[in-house]
DNA sequence: CCTGCGATTGACCGACCGGTCAAATCTTGA
DNA sequence: TCAAGATTTGACCGGTCGGTCAATCGCAGG
């Protein structure tokens, strides 16, 4: 668990993480070479090797960086708030981070896709538990009449699944909406705002 | 394009392609070996290319049979039905194909995630014409009232993503639901339609 | 300048991959 | 029955995979 020491270890680390993060996003992890990564990285494969132990153990480097910034912003939904507006942002972030992050959401998708083998104990786990809260709070939302009653849970795999999708199938997306209009998000986040409030409006 | 001609051919071409279903799906296009196809098929490697000429050839085969089921509920869409029910009735057969077909479902997610290479001309061009096709006719339905309007193509993007989420995030559903409840599709039937029933309303 | 250690790499290894082929086996119809 | 074609397979090939290793490079401190 410790970090890089020296400058060049944690700008090298950072180099090959980027790079993996690059091939294993668009081959998934059976698919990926270490010499493609190699390559991208601009290192050679035993220097890969030199700072990571195994291909596997990039890809779990990669994973479990990655899923603490994918779960904040639903740790970041406030209780407190107003819960429509904390809702709103929550899909405003998430839609944001497949805007910015494409390559990370498809390194997720490949994974769940697969069957998780290498993040279920975390998925069971940390996901699960912090889901199960959240939906807690979503629940006594409903109770006091401030939000429509859904399923909790539900709504929050509806959210998930209508952002994410945005970068998972990116290139579905762009090929059905045609070369006219190149950036989706915008009218995408228009639909999203207006399908979660008549959704929830009570 | 021409089908299989003796009893053999026709039970030992299915029975592959029933096997590299369910290799493809799970580990992707460069994830899946023959030998894993051969052995889950029950026949050996050779007797695969003895029906297909290559791997390339069995995975072309399952997408372009599998294209046309996946596109018939959105083709049954009937512009002279009743708007809500006929989108409804949409967003259910859709929901029904990621419970009863859910390979069918991650091979295409897998292909789509990849950049879809091997599709991608029939994604821009079938694709393409039978969305614009039938988002035309949810535009005629908004003109007329008797749905409200939003962006069709993101109305219709937002019933890929909703339902096939189910199938090709699986694991990740099943493991933030809990071992408690062990089907989801009936409480994400109710939900779904209360979603699009909400979002539609005039 | 040298010395020592972190950083880098060319060459290589065994395993596995997609695919080939000749030979063997089975099926069919005259 | 038996020849001819359809089907099946063990053995094998060249290429690529993840990973190893000894040798080298480069740089900071003395």
Known sequence: MSKP???????NSETILDAALEVFSQHGFRGATLDQIAEVAGLSKPNLLYYYPSKEAIHVALLSGLL???LDPLRAMDPEGDPVEELLAYVRRKLELSRDFPRESRL???????GAPRIRAVIEGDLHALVQEKAAVLTRWMDEGRIARVHPVHLIFSIWALTQHYADFDVQVHAVLGPGEPDPYPEAG????????????V
């Open 190 to 201: 228009r639909y999203l705002e207006t399908l979660f409030r008549r959704l929830l409006a």
């Open 68 to 70: 603490d910034t994918w």
């Open 108 to 114: 997720f998708a490949n994974e769940i896709l697969q």
């Open 5 to 11: 020491r020296t400058k060049i270890q944690q700008r």
